[in-house]
């Protein structure tokens, strides 16, 4: 009996310890399980982008456009996107730049407008956007490409981020993502930054949670006999 006391005693009081994280790593896992990562992710919104041919030979002079340090670009992207395909300028130094691929238009530093009008072509949405907010900082929901513009949505607390330089959609934020973000945090136990998932705390919770498990697996011989 001395073996089944000294588990009865490490059982009980890792898991009044530990109880509550517990139920945390439960019930996120649960979630976890029952939505699709690409619902998470608002990937079933995601317009089709739509076909469209272009004359290749215009691009040749993009080569000459240089920035406005003088310098010339040193790669040349072309990207079908939902509203047409674009052209994006790397360089060595400063930001790159984005061009209209059909018109050799420069597009970019995007406006306020041109990014709502990417947003609400890039998903399926019918609705107007409630709010445009243009982001220069990190945060827990949005760590893309900066500056960016962040196009809110009323339906589904949708956010689709657009990058002020690429015109590229870098995120799409949801009320149902932001709930999945909120139980990952609690789920790795990495509250500020919801991203470590290794830190000490959550490796030390992790060892008392399965001497406590192995502390119940002792006791279950001893309490059918005493049943």
Request: glycine content about 4%.
């Amino acid at each position: 009996m001395r073996i089944a006391q000294i588990a009865s005693f490490i059982h009980k009081w890792l898991a009044l310890l530990i109880g509550l994280q517990i139920v945390f790593w439960v019930v996120s896992g649960l979630f976890f399980t029952l939505f699709p990562i690409e619902q998470i992710r608002s990937e079933h919104l995601i317009r089709a982008a739509r076909q469209q041919a272009i004359d290749t030979t215009s691009i040749a002079s993009l080569a000459q456009v240089l920035n406005e340090e003088g310098q010339a670009p040193t790669k040349i992207t072309i990207e079908r996107r939902a509203a047409g395909h674009v052209i994006l300028a790397e360089f060595v130094e400063g930001p790159p730049v984005l061009f209209d691929a059909v018109t050799l238009r420069r597009l970019s530093p995007l406006s306020a407008d041109q990014a709502s009008a990417i947003a609400r072509t890039h998903i399926t949405l019918e609705g107007a956007p409630a709010a445009i907010e243009r982001v220069t900082e990190e945060s827990a929901e949005y760590r893309g490409a900066l500056p960016a513009y962040r196009v809110h949505f009323a339906e589904g607390g949708l956010s689709v981020y657009v990058a002020e330089n690429t015109g590229a959609v870098t995120a799409r934020r949801s009320d149902l993502w932001r709930l999945y973000d909120t139980l990952w945090a609690l789920h790795i136990m990495d509250w500020p930054n919801h991203e470590d998932f290794n830190h000490p705390l959550i490796v030390v919770a992790a060892w008392l949670t399965l001497i406590s498990v192995i502390a119940g697996v002792v006791l279950i011989p001893f309490r059918i006999k005493f049943r």
